[in-house]
Nanobody, 117 residues
Framework: QVQLVESGGGLVQPGGSLRLTCAAS????????MAWYRQAPGKERDLVAR???????FTVDSVRGRFTISRDNAKNTVYLQMSNLKPDDTAVYYC???????????WGQGTQVTVSS
């Protein structure tokens, strides 16, 4: 069984920082690709950043240089460190897990990030 729980969202001023945490239960995180997605009101859920099982990362252009994805396998956690936040970053952020060798996605419940003054 795979369960994902996001935390760390909240209200932050433009230019501020937040760190999102995804806590995973089960035994698959270490051998899984992890990602953060976000969904703004009325929009599709879009990829923000991903990290594979050996630590290689990718971030989309709109957040590159501001967001960093990382993982701590010993703690069964994945992080999204967000800095220099902008109002356009406002969205519900979701943690995603895909076990290696599968096409199966597991999702957390999401955490709200609101960037506003």
């Amino acid at each position: 069984q795979v369960q994902l729980v996001e935390s760390g969202g909240g209200l932050v001023q433009p230019g501020g920082s937040l760190r999102l945490t995804c806590a995973a239960s089960g035994s698959y995180l270490r051998t899984s690709a992890m990602a953060w997605y976000r969904q703004a009101p009325g929009k599709e859920r879009d990829l923000v950043a991903r990290i594979n099982s050996v630590g290689s990362t990718f971030t989309v252009d709109s957040v590159r240089g501001r967001f960093t994805i990382s993982r701590d396998n010993a703690k069964n956690t994945v992080y999204l460190q967000m800095s220099n936040l902008k109002p356009d970053d406002t969205a519900v952020y979701y943690c995603n897990l895909r076990p290696i060798g599968t096409a199966t996605d597991y999702w957390g419940q999401g955490t709200q990030v609101t960037v506003s003054s």
